[in-house]
């Protein structure tokens, strides 16, 4: 492995790392690796980047636990209609993201636009909160659900053991490590095939549902707005629960130096693959409420699983191994592309400088993608997921909406900035100021979650005072951090 090579940002007046305290200098985009260095290869063409975004964002929610939107908003129209809704705001989002991904041309997503924007602070503690918890305890939990659907044909009759879920689940992990540790071309080859997999089970279920349409069962569409009124508590966890849902359609940001022609690829690959999410999401749930009742799909622990026994027979046993297949692809999806984030955090001076280094024959940031493995098991086995990701959904958000308030700051403190495609200002000025009031709502709704989320966020204040401003650390202590 070599360390990737830098060069210098030039002086145009933006924020230029290496020019302050545990910084190194950074290669955008567009940039020339030195001749003899190893630098990542521009392999995400158009196809792979609409397949990163849709692989990713189709997970297992979609399949299991569209309940959380229905439970908090109240009735079978709201849910609908909350669905419609998240899907446009990330599409809002995806626009915004689309125009920092072609005028800032380096990877990293949203540490990467917080850092140009606001400076290291706010960068660093978005990635300390993504490496210790939100990435590992994600990357966990659809790990688990993969677990679980893929060893459901086997016990149809009984419970599944939980030790086998997490030996199954373990497989699965290291698995997708290996492979983003060997090739990104077979990284993105895979992802395309398993994107295919999971249009394949939404389909399964829309046309079905189409046909029930068809035949006139609406009975449960009904007075669609009638139920238990929308509160202003459900609210901020239906959006919680919708945004989830969708999340993803920023990753193909985390590997902007990896695309080809990104002012062009990107934008593309973020609106055809929003506008086939929602479309699919939206005829999904619709699918379901022509066989499932309101009460049913409540009650039901995998929403696919009992719409497909409802109208599939024994076909029905195919679903869980295409749910399975979808959250592998989100699990792939996920780790390609959050590992350049610490890749460009560790170019930045951020994080240890191993993880800025580059496999010499294969290409693939192999120390950055391999750091969330020990941190993915030791929550796997140990830690309460769910809960870690309650108390820090909100934290998600929060930098987000950050990032593309910082947009909106760009616009007006560097004008001059090359633009390949700019959005309306409406758009990150509406989609920050949802972001961050929900955000602040959740604080009412949820205060404990909420705030110890918050509690645990701080805590990378201190730990960037401590590992990058402070000078006089031990010589073990800077041998530790690769300095």
């Not at 400076?119 to 590992?136: K, T």
């Not at 629960?241 to 985390?254: H, I, Q, R």
């Not at 100021?433 to 201190?462: E, H, K, Q, R």
Request: glycine share 8%; proline share 6%.
């Amino acid at each position: 492995m070599v360390r990737k090579a830098a060069v210098p940002a030039g002086s145009n007046g933006k924020y230029s790392p290496g020019r302050s305290k545990g910084r190194s200098p950074s290669l955008e985009s567009g940039q020339v690796a030195p001749e003899g260095k190893v630098a990542l290869k521009q392999k995400v063409t158009l196809l792979r980047g609409i397949s990163i975004i849709t692989g990713t964002i189709i997970g297992a929610g979609i399949f299991i636990s569209p309940k959380g939107i229905l439970q908090n908003t109240g009735s079978v129209g709201m849910s609908l209609c909350l669905w419609a809704a998240c899907g446009l705001l990330s599409l809002f989002g995806a626009l915004c993201y689309a125009e920092l991904g072609t005028c800032i041309k380096k990877s990293g997503g949203h540490y990467t636009y917080i850092l140009e924007a606001f400076g290291p602070l706010p960068a660093f503690v978005r990635v300390w909160v993504e490496l210790l918890i939100i990435r590992p305890a994600a990357t966990a939990v659809i790990s688990l659900a993969f677990g679980r659907y893929i060893l459901e044909p086997f016990f149809m009759q009984c419970e599944i053991p939980e030790l086998a879920i997490k030996l199954i689940t373990a497989v699965g992990i290291t698995t997708v490590m290996v492979l983003n540790s060997t090739s990104v071309s077979w990284s993105a080859r895979i992802q395309i095939f398993l994107t295919f997999c999971k249009l394949v089970a939404i389909l399964i279920i829309i046309v079905p549902g189409v046909i029930q349409l068809i035949k006139g069962e609406t009975q449960h569409f009904k007075n669609a707005f009638a139920g238990n009124d929308a509160s202003v508590m459900g609210l901020p966890l239906a959006f919680y629960s919708g945004m989830y849902a969708y999340s993803g359609w920023f990753y193909l940001n985390f590997v902007t130096e990896e695309v080809e022609n990104p002012e062009k690829n990107i934008p593309l690959a973020i609106c055809i693959s929003m506008i086939i999410v929602t479309v699919g999401y939206v005829l999904t749930n619709v699918a379901y409420f022509t066989t499932i009742s309101a009460g049913e799909l409540l009650l039901s622990k995998a929403v696919a699983v009992t719409f497909a026994e409802r109208l599939m027979g024994k076909f029905s046993l195919a679903v869980p191994v295409f749910v399975a297949l979808s959250c592998f692809g989100s699990m792939n999806g996920g780790v390609f592309a959050v590992s350049r984030m610490f890749f460009v955090a560790s170019r930045e001076g951020h994080l240890p400088e191993i993880l800025s280094m580059i496999h010499v024959r294969k290409h693939t940031p192999l120390p950055a993608v391999i750091v969330l493995y020990p941190l993915t098991m030791i929550m796997l086995f140990n830690g309460d997921l769910y809960s870690l990701l309650n108390f820090l959904s909100f934290a998600r958000w929060l930098f987000i909406g950050l990032a593309v308030a910082g947009l909106i700051y760009l616009r007006y403190k560097r004008p001059d900035m090359p633009r390949p495609f700019k959005v309306p200002l409406f758009i990150p000025a509406l989609f920050s100021f949802t972001c961050l009031f929900m955000v602040a709502l959740s604080l009412y709704s949820d205060p404990v979650n909420t705030g110890i989320g918050f509690a645990i966020t701080l805590t990378g204040v201190p730990a960037y005072y401590l590992f990058i401003i402070w000078d006089k650390k031990p010589k073990w202590f800077r041998k530790l951090l690769g300095k």
